[in-house]
């Protein structure tokens, strides 16, 4: 089994990640500043000898919030593209094991697309500084697989599904508020997005995972439902399943991307995968743990 360098292993998708990975055998080396302020991307010199002996990095590791990117945009420059610029030199620094190395990016990359579903071949107009920080990062990877490293990208398309993510995040947002009985504010009812439960995209960079450590390279993916749910919506059936809280209705922001359906048909071919949790399924067990705290 693997000896696998996961950067970003406390956060809801490198948590869920390194727990599967352990169920699957493999050793993980978590590299988290939520766990030690010293494992921070952007300072270069502890990551080589952190990483010294894995056979594959999971670099997740971001300012992962678009409202963030908005209000520090320096601080979004500097963990998402020079920290991938570090732990990618560290990977290729590294002699007697020179590891594969899986990005992960966002389904933000594309912008505001003409047409859905969305494909991985479709242009990329990044819309917001968060955007724009993980479109440079996947161009260094890309850089870094030219030059011979085994790179992947994955991107991420709105997922959910912990009471540890962060709390402002929208889907765990809505059902906590739900669940407290709270009001439920809604930035652009009608912005419709394509929500991953994090079970769902554990089960497939897994996948990626064991398909890189085989030796195979693999194309950019990204991991969607192909399902359109409506931020109303969502609100919706977190209030339905918590029997509790109030909607507020509020203009939309000028950063967010107001549409975004994804096109699962490059994952089902390439990896065998298939979001199995639907919408409803995931709000009612978050609301359900969210009510259980």
Same mark, same amino acid.
Do not use: N
């Given at each position: 089994m693997?000896?696998?360098?996961?950067?970003?292993?406390?956060?809801?998708?490198?948590? %869920?990640?390194?727990?599967?990975?352990?169920?699957?055998?493999?050793?993980?080396?978590?590299?988290? *500043?939520?766990? !030690?302020?010293?494992? !921070? #991307?952007?300072?270069?010199? $502890?990551?080589?000898?952190?990483?010294? &002996?894995?056979?594959?990095? #999971?670099?997740? $590791?971001?300012? +992962?919030?678009? *409202?963030w990117g908005e209000h520090d945009p320096g601080a979004c420059h500097a963990v998402n593209v020079i920290g991938t610029r570090n732990v990618l030199a560290a990977a290729s620094s590294l002699r007697e094991v020179r590891p594969w190395f899986l990005f992960g990016s966002s389904r933000e990359v594309y912008g505001q697309a003409r047409h859905l579903p969305v494909s991985e071949s479709a242009g990329l107009a990044p819309l917001n500084c968060y955007a724009r920080s993980k479109l440079d990062a996947e161009l260094l990877v890309e850089q870094a697989r030219a030059g011979g490293l085994n790179t992947a990208i994955v991107r991420f398309s709105s997922v959910y599904g912990s009471v540890a993510d962060h709390p402002d995040r929208v889907a765990p947002a809505f059902a906590r508020l739900a669940a407290e009985g709270g009001v439920l504010r809604i930035d652009g009812g009608d912005t419709t997005l394509d929500f991953t439960h994090v079970s769902d995209?554990?089960? $497939?960079? +897994?996948?990626? #995972?064991?398909?890189?450590? =085989? &030796?195979?390279?693999?194309?950019?993916?990204?991991?969607? +439902?192909?399902?359109?749910? =409506?931020?109303?919506?969502? %609100?919706?059936?977190?209030?339905?399943? %918590?029997?509790?809280?109030?909607?507020?209705?509020? $203009?939309?922001?000028?950063?967010?991307?107001?549409?975004?359906? &994804?096109?699962?048909?490059?994952?089902?071919?390439?990896?065998?995968?298939? %979001?199995?949790?639907?919408?409803?399924? &995931?709000?009612?067990?978050? #609301?359900?743990?969210?009510?259980?705290?």
């Open positions: 693997a000896r696998v360098f996961v950067t970003g292993s406390h956060g809801l998708i490198g948590s %869920a990640l390194s727990e599967r990975l352990r169920a699957d055998g493999h050793e993980v080396v978590g590299y988290d *500043i939520a766990a !030690d302020r010293r494992h !921070d #991307v952007v300072d270069p010199h $502890a990551l080589a000898s952190a990483m010294a &002996g894995c056979s594959g990095v #999971v670099h997740l $590791a971001a300012v +992962s919030r678009v *409202i995209v554990a089960e $497939a960079l +897994s996948r990626m #995972v064991e398909r890189l450590s =085989s &030796g195979s390279r693999l194309p950019a993916l990204h991991l969607v +439902s192909g399902r359109a749910t =409506s931020l109303s919506r969502l %609100a919706d059936l977190a209030v339905r399943c %918590a029997s509790g809280g109030t909607i507020r209705m509020a $203009a939309p922001r000028h950063y967010d991307v107001g549409r975004f359906v &994804g096109d699962p048909a490059r994952a089902a071919r390439v990896l065998g995968w298939r %979001a199995t949790t639907g919408i409803q399924e &995931g709000i009612e067990r978050l #609301v359900e743990d969210f009510a259980k705290r």
